[in-house]
């Protein structure tokens, strides 16, 4: 046992930048499973030590193929993008704040209501991105199977690099912008209600709060691969939270400063066009921002979804079928990881 740690250890400090994969079946291979990055037991008649010290536990050595091609390549995929989505949410939630600075002289004055403020990440925009980690796929188990080339884009970290975190910090950068541009729009053109009040500044600030709310939680329908029902119904909840949230605050007299502010909003037809033309921007600048990849040497190519699972599918077919049963400890794939196997 000490061993076959030792091994591992070898690899580790041999290949520092390389990940190590331990698998094994036994009490005598537990300190191999612990040394690796990542271990595996695999359940079987020499007991669960194994699999009780690993990170993942599995029945049959085959599965380790599914495991790898398709929950870890899903797994580091989503996680990436959540990670990048909770900068993104925040950046868009702070940055309006400090372009509307330059209007107050850098006097201090917030943007937006503390309280709701607070909730922002608790309830407002929280849940969607949770079911999207737990539940997005972008192509079915067996089709990445049978496309092992799938795997490489989380070996050589397309999903989470620099570059990426940049392009989703200056995507967010410049969204909000048109946050708070429009909410200024919407105090230029109803300087008065329709029952002769007149629009505040909290108004406004309320309003730019509400439509980067909408426009955090629709951005997820932009970079989702499979929407399901829970998706749709957490993105749909968390707006309407939000709305009865506003909506409850403001009804009693010690909401202070943004009292009346929900039906000053809700209330006038330019603030439902400021939020919409806000939505519309910032959805197409997403769409926009998506496909530049898609964009050689002045012909843009088929990026809708359908026609690319339509043209992945028929490559699929194409691509000799992989017999699950056959598959042993004498695979071929190259995964890039150093297997250490009992």
């Not at 080339?149 to 989470?160: T, W």
């Not at 429009?182 to 309003?207: C, E, K, P, Q, R």
């Amino acid at each position: 046992p000490k061993q076959k740690s030792q091994i591992v250890n070898l690899i580790r400090d041999k290949f520092p930048d390389k990940t190590t994969l331990a698998i094994g079946d036994g009490a005598n291979d537990v300190n191999m499973i612990t040394a690796a990055h990542v271990g595996i037991g695999i359940r079987g008649l020499e007991g669960q030590q194994a699999a009780r010290s690993s990170d993942y536990a599995i029945g049959e050595f085959k599965i380790l193929r599914r495991l790898s091609l398709f929950y870890g390549r899903e797994c580091i995929r989503r996680n990436a993008t959540l990670v990048l989505y909770n900068f993104f949410k925040n950046i868009i939630l702070i940055i309006p704040a400090f372009w509307f600075a330059f209007e107050n002289g850098f006097s201090g004055q917030i943007l937006y209501d503390s309280f709701i403020f607070q909730l922002y990440n608790i309830f407002y925009a929280s849940m969607p991105i949770m079911i999207y980690a737990l539940m997005d796929q972008e192509y079915e188990g067996d089709f990445l199977e049978q496309n092992p080339e799938y795997y490489h884009a989380g070996i050589k970290n397309e999903y989470f690099n620099g570059s990426r975190f940049w392009k989703w910090f200056a995507q967010a950068l410049i969204q909000s912008v048109f946050v708070p541009i429009f909410a200024y729009f919407y105090i230029n053109t109803s300087a008065i209600d329709s029952n002769g009040h007149t629009v505040g500044f909290w108004s406004a600030g309320m309003l730019a709060f509400t439509s980067l709310t909408i426009v955090a939680n629709t951005k997820i329908f932009i970079f989702s691969t499979s929407l399901n029902f829970l998706v749709i119904f957490f993105i749909i909840g968390s707006i309407l939270v939000y709305i009865f949230s506003f909506w409850l605050i403001n009804v009693f007299p010690w909401a202070g400063q943004t009292y009346g502010a929900f039906d000053m909003i809700f209330g006038s037809g330019n603030a439902y066009l400021a939020m919409f033309i806000t939505l519309i921007c910032c959805s197409a600048f997403d769409y926009a921002f998506r496909n530049l990849k898609y964009i050689q040497k002045g012909e843009i190519m088929e990026v809708l979804t359908t026609e690319r699972r339509k043209t992945e599918t028929e490559r699929s077919k194409r691509t000799a079928s992989i017999e699950m049963g056959n598959v042993g400890n004498t695979s071929t794939i190259d995964l890039d990881t150093t297997v250490a196997m009992a």
